[in-house]
């Protein structure tokens, strides 16, 4: 195997992972991938119909395989878990998706895997902190998709609003992936200047914006309720975070990232921006909050602790 070959294994093949695996395929990024799921002929059916996408794409080996194949992995991706339904909230799929999760993280590990950790599923900022506790690993090679996705929903949200290239705008959403999470307006720009003023100056008032943060926090549910899953936006933002990983990029993405003292918080996984690169969480990037945005920080990051105590304390109960 060539120095430069990269691997990644997916765990989890439903609406997500199949979509991230499709996006994968679009991208010059690892030339192995290993799809597993408990439904080994959909793996097996998916890699077959995925592989025919390289011709036009880029080579990959892609395959049917099992948590051995992590062995040598640079990253394993897990989106395996029950999906949230019409009226349920992320939060309510803690206790199955623990469950879920502690089955999977440690045949992974005693694989002898030594590669960096990517979850997707929900809900995630817990599932990131299981991961976590589950393997051993350190902090910085555990990373959450966090708020990636509802960053790029509010960034979507203001460049229609503004008429702008959402990639143009500098906003983002921190704290739990989930209804606590909240726009960090107060420190957003567009072009170093106040995204704020640029905002007023439109004629859009703080209401408008607060519409938006609010039609952010619960795009997911109106997704759900049509067509039963989201998926493209988490797969692509997954996608994302990976070329960071694999391509060594230290750039600045918004993710569920282990807080060591910043904002006032720790042993929390939650929405933050970050440098990722090859190996992995390089650290955090803390944006200076108002007051305001701090006590909502802390409030999220305090319902992500007791949610989490209490479903390890189930876990455990159960064991």
Known sequence: MSKNHQKVVLVGDGAVGSAYAFSLMHQ????????????????EGDALDLEDAQAFTSPKRVYAGDYSDAKDADLVVITAGAPQKPGETRLDLVNKNLKILSSIVKPIVDSGFDGIFLLAANPVDILTYATWKFSGFPKNKVIGSGTSLDTSRLRVA???????????????ILGEHGDTEFAAYDEA??????????????????EDLLQ?????RNKAYEIINRKGATYYGVAT????ITRAILRDENAVLPVGAALDGEYGL???????????NASGLAGVVEINLSDDEKAKMAASAETLKQVTKDGLAALDAEA
Do not use: C, Q, W
């Not at 933002?237 to 994302?240: A, Y």
């Not at 720790?266 to 990722?276: K, L, N, S, W, Y």
């Open 28 to 43: 010059n990024l690892a030339e192995e991938l290993v799809i597993v799921d408990v439904i080994k002929e959909r793996t």
């Open 158 to 172: 203001l460049g229609k609003k503004l008429d702008l290239d959402p990639r143009s705008i500098e906003a983002y």
């Open 189 to 206: 720009t567009i072009g170093s200047k106040s995204l704020l003023e640029i905002a007023a100056d439109k004629g859009i008032t703080k």
């Open 212 to 216: 938006i943060e609010d039609e952010t």
């Open 237 to 240: 933002s997954l996608m994302r």
């Open 266 to 276: 720790d042993d929390v996984f939650i929405g933050t921006p970050a440098i990722i």
